[in-house]
């Protein structure tokens, strides 16, 4: 009869334990998904500003008559500024950072990173498309009837047609992809807290 205790502890020395992390590659994969998220802001955000001072030039160049057309241009704009200035609480957070972190401070930063995209994409973009949409049918609706009833519609069509398109296919798929990285990150990170807690 074989005695439980030996056999025991000849099962543990021959257990294969889990290898131990690279901290510092799981460190600097964390480091990067926060360096990309702050430059895709920083380039969306220019890119916004650029659009919206070409908005503004395109008022002063062409003077609109009607009053829809400036109001769906001051939406245009607004929308843009709404999201520029969300983003922008967001990139004070992605300048933040020590060097010496820790898995627990990185893990704490990468959930924080992700709450504000997660508001960021959810409500800020909501906001941002409805004033957009808006503000495009406004924007339109002299132009519209300088082209007569059927290219008029047609201009409609295509217009929200790309709105349609941006709001049900690219803004989720891009949302995803966004946020695929960080989860990643913040998977590997939880997993080192608990293997260093247990």
Do not use: C
């Not at 690279?22 to 430059?39: F, G, I, P, W, Y």
């Not at 820790?102 to 994409?121: C, F, G, I, M, V």
């Amino acid at each position: 009869m074989i005695d439980n205790n030996d056999e025991l502890k000849s099962l543990w020395s021959t257990a294969a334990t889990a290898p131990a992390p690279d901290m510092s590659r799981l460190l600097h994969t964390a480091e990067n998904v926060r360096l990309k998220a702050r430059n895709k802001m920083i380039w969306g955000n220019l890119l916004l500003i650029a659009t919206s001072v070409f908005i503004a030039w395109i008022w002063i160049r062409y003077q609109p008559q009607m009053l829809t057309t400036k109001i769906g241009i001051v939406m245009v704009i607004a929308s843009m500024v709404i999201y520029i200035i969300a983003s922008t609480s967001s990139l004070q957070f992605l300048f933040r950072s020590e060097p010496d972190m820790d898995a627990a401070s990185y893990l704490a930063q990468l959930l924080r990173l992700k709450q504000k995209q997660e508001y960021l994409q959810k409500t800020i973009m909501t906001a941002y498309y409805i004033l957009l949409s808006a503000g495009m049918a406004l924007y339109m609706i002299e132009y519209a009837t300088m082209l007569g009833r059927r290219y008029g519609l047609i201009a409609y069509a295509v217009t929200f047609g790309w709105i349609a398109l941006a709001w049900f296919y690219i803004r989720p798929r891009t949302a995803r992809k966004q946020l695929r990285p960080l989860n990643e990150a913040i998977e590997q990170l939880e997993e080192v807290n608990r293997q260093l807690r247990d």
